[in-house]
């Protein structure tokens, strides 16, 4: 048979810990994720989800282990924090500026060559550039998310960690979200995805994760045959409704 060469590790974190006080966020997480890879982590509220995305991406330190992107130690030099593009459900948006500005000005600010044309790139795939005049402020929050989108993603992220990121969107956003994430895994780019929507997150995961207590409870493969949809929805409600949500 034809053997596939595995894409390049793009992630590996190696016993992650993250304490605040006595408490553990993260406890003792190990993982790999390649090039074009989507974790998908699930799990009820304080199960440690944001902290891992967040050490994962070098925006937070780790109390003990290590995490490495493109083989460099995180949190990393600028260049290597560069790789990395946030989208959460705060917009991260100056309201005063226009759509355009607002993208413009993190392209610049992530060194993008091509500002402009890079600009008019992301808000014509996200479905804004029409609006790309407009202040911020007078748009929906459904738009505002968008832009928030296209900012995050205008630089070209290696590694896109996404915290709720479908919060707010309208239907024509989150097809719009989806396609530009679906573009960026086939272009090689690794996804982190917080998030409790199940369809959403199982539709782009390549590997599924349900955390709890800051730790993997159950780690599945969507796109294994044998994969069980009701199964893993079965697990995921009774872990959330056994009253720890």
Same mark, same amino acid.
């Given at each position: 048979?034809?053997?596939?060469?595995?894409? =390049?590790?793009?992630? %590996?974190? /190696?016993?992650?810990?993250?304490?605040?006080?006595?408490?553990?966020?993260v406890n003792e997480v190990s993982l790999s994720l390649h090039e074009g890879d989507c974790l998908a982590l699930f799990g009820p509220n304080g199960a440690g989800k944001t902290t891992l995305l967040r050490l994962l991406g070098g925006l937070l330190k780790?109390?003990?282990?290590?995490?490495?992107?493109?083989?460099?130690?995180?949190?990393?030099?600028?260049?290597?924090?560069?790789?990395?593009?946030?989208?959460?459900?705060? &917009?991260?948006?100056?309201?005063?500026?226009?759509?355009?500005?607002?993208?413009?000005?993190? +392209?610049?600010?992530?060194?993008?060559?091509?500002?402009? $044309?890079?600009?008019? $790139?992301?808000?014509?795939?996200?479905?804004?550039? *029409?609006?790309? $005049?407009? =202040?911020? !402020?007078?748009?929906? %929050?459904?738009?505002? $998310?968008?832009? &928030?989108?296209?900012?995050?993603?205008?630089?070209? =992220?290696?590694?896109?960690?996404?915290?709720? =990121?479908?919060?707010?969107?309208?239907?024509?956003?989150?097809?719009?979200?989806?396609? +530009?994430?679906? /573009?960026?895994? #086939?272009?090689? +780019?690794?996804?982190?995805?917080?998030?409790?929507?199940?369809?959403?997150?199982? &539709?782009?995961?390549?590997?599924?994760?349900?955390? !709890? @207590?800051? #730790?993997?409870?159950? @780690? /599945?493969?969507?796109?294994?045959?044998?994969? *069980?949809? +009701?199964?893993f929805q079965a697990r995921y409600r009774s872990l959330v409704h056994e009253g720890i949500a």
């Open positions: 048979g034809v053997t596939v060469e595995a894409a =390049p590790v793009a992630v %590996r974190a /190696e016993g992650l810990v993250r304490a605040f006080g006595g408490r553990r966020a780790a109390t003990r282990g290590t995490a490495q992107l493109h083989g460099v130690p995180l949190p990393g030099p600028a260049e290597t924090r560069r790789l990395v593009g946030l989208i959460s459900h705060n &917009s991260m948006l100056y309201p005063a500026l226009t759509v355009r500005e607002n993208v413009r000005f993190a +392209a610049e600010c992530q060194g993008v060559l091509e500002a402009d $044309q890079a600009t008019t $790139q992301v808000l014509g795939r996200l479905r804004v550039l *029409d609006r790309e $005049q407009t =202040p911020v !402020r007078f748009l929906s %929050r459904g738009l505002q $998310q968008r832009v &928030s989108i296209a900012r995050a993603l205008v630089h070209g =992220p290696r590694l896109v960690l996404l915290d709720e =990121p479908y919060t707010g969107l309208d239907e024509v956003g989150a097809l719009a979200f989806t396609d +530009a994430l679906r /573009e960026l895994k #086939a272009g090689g +780019a690794t996804l982190v995805l917080v998030t409790h929507n199940l369809v959403e997150g199982l &539709s782009l995961a390549t590997r599924a994760v349900i955390m !709890r @207590d800051g #730790a993997f409870v159950y @780690d /599945e493969r969507p796109s294994a045959v044998g994969f *069980d949809l +009701a199964a």
